[in-house]
């Protein structure tokens, strides 16, 4: 039985905040995580806003905690070195009708304390951005929105966690909480105990909710999917570019990204399966589709990638929940939830780990941790860097010099720090994430095979180990060579049919 | 950083870059660099172990390798200079007409080269799944036909044992046989199209000698598979390429291997201010292959997409003598 | 391949990229007339695709002493194309040692066609 003063369910954004938050004190702290790495959840796959709050309803947890999120971002990311540029936001109103709607909204922000905000005309946007489609009557332009790197803010959040004694135990499913004296978790067949947990499972809170309280909570996975466009047209729009909300979200949005790539989504689709993150035919035409509704030029074939993630929508007593449940669990003490943590959960993230560590430091006090490291710097950027630092880091060390991913110019140099670094990458996404290796325009067809190589010499296990995201996603199935009989068969013994050409290109079904 | 002074850079040294150093030499050029990212000489050429190259340039039928090879010895014998593992980070344009190619590599850290004129042969890459928007999910399993042929070719080992491959471009074909060959099961080949991109001999000698269905007008509607490929959805498309509803059938397979076409990769070229060509996505060349900024010449898949290397190195042999009568030339004055 | 020798087969050549639309047939006298064909090449394959294929076979074999290298080889003339998975059988057996240089026999009479397997690309030491 492992023992820790408190145990946090969930390695997305919000586990690892209140990770690092919980740190600043001094008690022992776990992060179970059932994937592979830290960030595998919804916290991967959405849109990488930094919401300015005027959406939420005023008085709502989720209001006011995004509100402190969007303040606290300047400096945690200066803190934690991630990417985050504050570029303003628009709400485009297409129709007259709907200018009080703007005017709400703009009102609901006020209340909810967003500063900065003014309703532009066509004209004022257009001088603002000038691809924004013609077809505007008017725009809610927010100053304090701003973009982040999801991936950034969430690994930079878990390094600094670790650093600060957190440990982090990745492909730990947690399949049974128990309520004794404390809590005792399962997970990956180990037994954890701790007299706090904290439930930031994502999609999942429902479940891990629901083994240790009698007022059950549901979670409806609510999918969202987005087109990724080449960095050839990252300038197409300066600011984040939101239509007026509806019922099903947000709508469409198309914005820049901190790395200078053009995103366009999401779709907003209630579905039951909580790993349904696939993408739909109809969804990515929606996507470009929409979001040319918004921008002039928006051109579906720059799409360098598509994906999708999982917005963890609550319901409570059968109702829809329009804000987070972040608090004790009335009737088990010492569980906390964070559930329902759906847009605008990225903002959030920060001033939810404020948030709860408060809760937890009144009810289970602890010192103050003398040696808490706050500053974490990030994995050197070779692209972005000038070439004084260029030649500074490769000075220092020859692997910055070797480029592995073209499309992105990552290092050797880079990818290794990735894999070294506390709760270090260990598959070919998490040195994704952390570098961007092959997230570029190629999609790892030419550093893929290199990075594998790498991965596998520096954790010390053969290539055939090495997995795209943990589990059943090993990237290589064998050796050439290694013939398995069978499989070959069909098409090795048509190669002694001598003399016949088979009917070319004729199609049709098997 | 350490600095040097060039009359021809070349960027890459594939089939493109080794022939044009080779006729600028010849031309009278005497200071040309070759920067090659990669390991080795030859580019692309060294992982297509197959044959059917240089009927054109050598009257016989070669692999991959020996083509490359042959090209590599004559720029060794004429003493041209190489950096291997070099990447070109950027290209610029002095006022007085020099450019400045910067690079960097591990011997030399970042490296600063002066020279009067550049010769771009950066060569293709192949089009991503995010390009061809298949729908579904992300599991392992997916590859382009380049990369598959990379861990087949390179180093021996098998990126999957039951394939799909969509498009028929001529990768893909040649990937077919190479997996078969290994033991692989390839299932079909999938072409969006109502032709095959590749070459006739190619569907003959690599999917009807191993009785490989090639399904035209059809492409992949969904992957299945959550961590590693289960299994692809094909359907049947109508003449504008959109799927007809009711034609589906799910195949089984552990692998999708892509083989939808190749783009020039212009990073630099766009870095430099060149103008493009939209069509080809290459720079626009003028009759001596030199982009609209002067002395900077291009050759090979950069320019546009070849159908034979024996092609890219004629292209690229005219590309190195420009190149050298503009030293010459123009190349005097600056 | 009986049945063939009474009727007319149409093939694709794979001389080339031309890639020419062949017509190869038997006459009364034995002789094979081939038709469509764009050069010389075109006639013999023909002839020979219809009496007996061949293809050139490339594939690699393992390098000795290095993890995750192998290198290129292919027969050196055409064999018989029933032979080629036993050819393939074949070549998994093999391992080279560096150096090898283009054109180093690797494995001779490879399936007992007569013919060698050489080496593609050299490898130093």
């Known amino acids: 039985m492992k023992k820790y003063d408190v145990i946090i369910i969930g390695a997305g954004v919000s586990g690892c905040a209140i990770a690092r938050w919980l740190a600043k004190k001094e008690r022992t702290i776990a992060v179970l995580e059932k994937a592979s790495d830290v960030c595998e959840g919804s916290s991967k796959a959405n849109s990488g806003i930094v919401h300015a709050g005027h959406d939420a309803r005023t008085g709502t947890l989720k209001a006011r905690l995004n509100v402190r999120g969007n303040e606290m971002m300047d400096a945690l990311s200066k803190e934690l070195d991630f990417p985050f540029r504050r570029n303003g936001s628009l709400v485009l109103c297409f129709e007259e009708i709907s200018r009080p709607k703007l005017e709400e909204l703009k009102e609901r922000g006020e209340k909810n304390g967003v500063k900065g905000l003014e309703i532009l005309s066509p004209e004022q946007v257009r001088e603002l951005d000038p691809a924004i489609s013609d077809d505007i009557v008017a725009a809610l332009y927010a100053p304090s929105g701003g973009i982040v790197c999801p991936f950034g803010m969430n690994i930079a959040l878990a390094e600094n966690a670790a650093v600060n004694g957190v440990e982090f135990y990745l492909n730990h499913m947690v399949t049974e909480v128990k309520k004794c004296d404390g809590y005792i978790i399962t997970a990956a067949g180990e037994k954890f105990s701790a007299p706090v947990v904290i439930n930031a499972a994502g999609v999942y809170a429902d479940a891990i909710h629901n083994m240790v309280s009698g007022q059950k909570i549901k979670i409806t996975p609510r999918r969202g999917e987005y087109c990724l466009m080449d960095k050839n047209c990252g300038n197409l729009v300066h600011s984040t570019v939101f239509q007026l909300p509806s019922e099903l979200g947000k709508g469409i949005l198309v914005t820049p990204t901190v790395h200078g790539n053009l995103l366009v989504g999401p779709t907003a689709e209630d579905i039951l399966d909580k790993e349904g993150v696939d993408t739909t035919a109809e969804g990515l035409s929606k996507v470009i589709e929409l979001g040319g509704r918004s921008v002039n030029g928006l051109d579906g074939r720059l799409t360098i990638t598509s994906f999708a993630g999982l917005r963890a929508h609550l319901e409570l007593h059968g109702e829809e929940k329009q804000d987070f449940i972040i608090g004790e669990a009335e009737d088990a003490e010492g569980f906390f939830d964070v559930a329902g943590i759906e847009s605008p959960g990225l903002t959030c993230a920060p001033a939810i780990g404020e948030y709860v560590a408060a809760m937890v430091n009144e009810k289970y006090p602890a010192p103050d941790k003398k040696d808490f490291i706050a500053v974490r710097k990030g994995i050197p950027n070779m692209a972005e860097a000038t070439d004084e630092e260029r030649h500074r880091l490769i000075a220092a060390n020859p692997a910055y010099a070797n480029v592995i991913c073209r499309c992105e110019m990552v290092t050797e140099g880079e990818i290794v720090e990735a894999i070294h670094r506390p709760v270090g990458a260990t598959t070919l996404d998490g040195v994704k994430r952390r570098t961007r290796a092959g997230m570029g325009r190629c999609q790892s067809g030419f550093c893929s095979p290199k990075t594998l190589e790498i991965l596998a010499r520096e954790l010390g296990v053969d290539q055939s180990k090495i997995t795209k995201a943990g589990g059943n996603s090993a990237i290589l199935t064998g050796y050439t060579k290694d013939v398995v009989e069978s499989a070959a068969q069909d098409n090795a013994s048509m190669a002694g049919n001598a003399g016949k050409q088979a009917d070319v290109g004729k199609g049709g079904r098997a | 950083m350490s600095r040097r002074e060039e009359e021809v850079v070349i960027i890459g040294g594939g089939p493109a870059g080794l022939a044009a150093a080779l006729s600028a030499k010849k031309a009278g050029c005497e200071r040309i660099l070759i920067l090659e990212r990669d390991k080795e000489l030859g580019g692309i050429l060294n992982q297509c172990i197959h044959n059917g190259f240089g009927l054109h340039t050598f009257k016989e039928e070669l692999t991959g390798p020996e083509y490359a090879d042959r090209y590599i010895q004559m720029v060794l014998a004429e003493e041209i200079s190489c950096l291997l593992r070099t990447m070109v980070t950027n290209i610029s344009l002095e006022e007085d007409g020099w450019k400045v190619v910067t690079a960097m590599n591990k011997d030399q850290g970042l490296l600063e080269i002066r020279t009067k004129s550049v010769i771009l042969a950066m060569g293709c890459r192949e089009r991503p799944r995010g390009a061809l928007n298949i729908p579904g999910y992300r599991p392992a399993g997916i590859y382009s036909a380049g990369t598959a042929q990379y861990y087949v070719n390179m180093e021996g080992r098998m990126p999957g044992r039951t394939v799909v491959i969509l498009g028929s471009g001529d990768i893909g074909l040649i990937m077919a046989r190479r997996m078969v060959l290994e033991g692989a099961k390839v299932q079909c080949v999938a072409e969006l199209r109502p032709y095959s991109g590749g070459l006739k001999r190619n569907i003959v000698q690599c999917l009807d000698d191993f009785g490989i269905p090639l399904y035209l007008s059809t492409t992949v509607s969904a992957i299945h598979g959550r961590e590693r490929v289960e299994g692809v959805t094909l359907t049947r498309v109508d003449e504008n390429g959109k799927p007809i509803p009711g034609s589906e059938w799910e195949v089984p397979c552990d692998t999708l291997l892509l083989s939808c076409g190749l783009i020039p990769e212009n990073e630099l070229t766009v870095g430099l201010g060149a103008q493009m060509d939209a069509k080809t996505n290459g720079p626009v060349v003028n009759e001596r292959l030199e982009c609209s900024i002067s002395g900077v010449f291009a050759c090979g898949n950069v320019l546009h997409v070849h159908e034979l290397v024996d092609h890219v190195s004629a292209e690229a042999d005219k590309a190195g003598r420009f190149a050298a009568a503009y030293v010459q030339t123009e190349g005097r004055l600056i | ?125």
């Open chain 3, 1 to 125: 391949m009986t049945e063939n020798k009474t009727k007319t087969v149409e093939m694709t050549c794979i001389c080339c990229p031309v890639g020419c639309a062949l017509k190869a047939e038997i006459l009364a006298d034995g002789r094979v007339q081939v038709t469509g064909n764009k050069c010389p090449r075109g006639a013999a394959y023909g002839e020979k695709e219809l009496i007996s294929p061949t293809r050139i076979v490339t594939s690699t074999v393992r390098v000795a002493g290095r993890k995750d290298a192998v290198v290129g080889v292919k027969t050196a003339s055409d064999i018989p194309k029933e032979k080629i998975m036993e050819c393939m059988k074949a070549l998994r057996n093999i391992t080279v040692t560096p150096p090898v240089a283009i054109g180093d026999v690797v494995l001779k009479n490879v399936a007992d066609t007569g013919v060698d397997i050489v080496v593609t690309r050299g490898i130093r030491e």
